[in-house]
Nanobody, 116 residues
Framework: QVQLVESGGGLVQAGGSLRLRCAAS????????MAWYRQAPGKQREWVAE??????DYADFVTGRFTVSRDNAKTTIYLQMSSLKPEDTAVYFC???????????WGQGTQVTVSS
């Protein structure tokens, strides 16, 4: 069974940066497509960004501030977050891209907290 592991979250001041990491501990040998999602307290999980093949896409609320990338071995994807805002505070998860057909089991996510 696929197991996704997110890491890299933390507490940062507004305007700061963090780099999140997503890796599959088992079940996926190469990551061709994957997306980042986030869930803030009391809110529904929302799509943030994704890399699918050579295509990259972002939600409007992170465009210009976040960058998604993948390592050359296609075993890890990253989310570089800059100019962070308090409203970016959420637990961040990785999972299938929007074009995918099957959801992987959700990982624990990584908490990002942005203080004002």
């Amino acid at each position: 069974q696929v197991q996704l592991v997110e890491s890299g979250g933390g507490l940062v001041q507004a305007g700061g940066s963090l780099r999140l990491r997503c890796a599959a501990s088992r079940g996926i040998s190469k990551i061709n497509s994957m997306a980042w999602y986030r869930q803030a307290p009391g809110k529904q999980r929302e799509w943030v960004a994704e890399i699918s093949g050579d295509s990259i896409d972002y939600a409007d609320f992170v465009t210009g501030r976040f960058t998604v990338s993948r390592d050359n071995a296609k075993t890890t994807i990253y989310l570089q977050m800059s100019s962070l805002k308090p409203e970016d505070t959420a637990v961040y998860f990785c999972n299938r891209a929007r074009s995918g057909s099957i959801w992987y089991p959700w990982g624990q996510g990584t908490q990002v907290t942005v203080s004002s």
